[in-house]
């Protein structure tokens, strides 16, 4: 379908009719493959440094909890004090 010149993209799992070249769709396939591995070499990317963000966030949130149970117990002391 087009629209103002451009041709809408089929939608996933619909296959792109085959033009009856070749060669053509054998390119048009070896690109589609290309970019693919591109976009999982950019997930695994990705997932790699959402695993290490949430290895930095647990221990930060541990160091927290450790402060926190220092300040309790000097509040407690300083408390005691008076």
């Known amino acids: ?30 690109q589609v493959l290309k970019d693919i591995v591109a976009a999982q070499g950019d997930l695994r990317a990705l997932v790699t440094r959402v695993q290490s963000v949430q290895g930095n966030v647990d221990k930060l949130s ?3 909890a450790m402060l926190q149970m220092y300040i309790d117990n000097l509040t407690l002391q300083m408390a005691k004090r008076k």
């Open 1 to 30: 379908m087009a629209f103002n010149g451009f041709e809408e993209a089929p939608a996933w799992g619909e296959p792109e009719p085959e033009t009856g070249d070749i060669v053509k769709d054998a390119l048009r396939k070896e």
């Open 62 to 64: 541990s160091e927290n």
